[in-house]
Nanobody, 126 residues
């Protein structure tokens, strides 16, 4: 059974940074392309960032480009989302998701994801 477990969420002030982690088990991690989505209260889930299975391509939503980075450690079966210069509008539950062998720009549709974590809450106070 494939499990994705997010961690690293919390309460920060605007302008600060957080790093989210997502640990994957139950499946060969290097066969999975990984993505982060987020869902703010009363809003639909939206794409944030993605990274291909080998880490050779990444893709970002325009709203986070230049502030967020995504990386992966295949030896640790973990994907990271480094979030800098956080804004109040970044407040959301952040979800880790996975899809087999797909290039990062193809991961923007949440309906295409094969696996999901349960999410971690990020709250940015203004």
């Amino acid at each position: 059974q494939v499990q994705l477990v997010e961690s690293g969420g919390g309460l920060v002030q605007a302008g600060e940074s957080l790093r989210l982690s997502c640990a994957v088990s139950g499946r060969s991690f290097d066969s999975l392309s990984m993505a982060w989505f987020r869902q703010a209260p009363e809003k639909e889930r939206e794409f944030v960032a993605s990274i291909s299975w080998g880490g050779h391509s990444t893709h970002f939503a325009d709203s986070v480009k230049g502030r967020f980075t995504i990386s992966r450690d295949n030896a640790e079966s973990t994907v990271y989302l480094q979030m800098n210069s956080l804004k109040h509008e970044d407040t959301a539950v952040y979800y880790c998701a996975a899809q087999s062998y797909v290039f990062a720009p193809m991961m923007t549709n949440s309906n295409d994801m094969e696996y999901w974590g349960k999410g971690t809450l990020v709250t940015v106070s203004s």
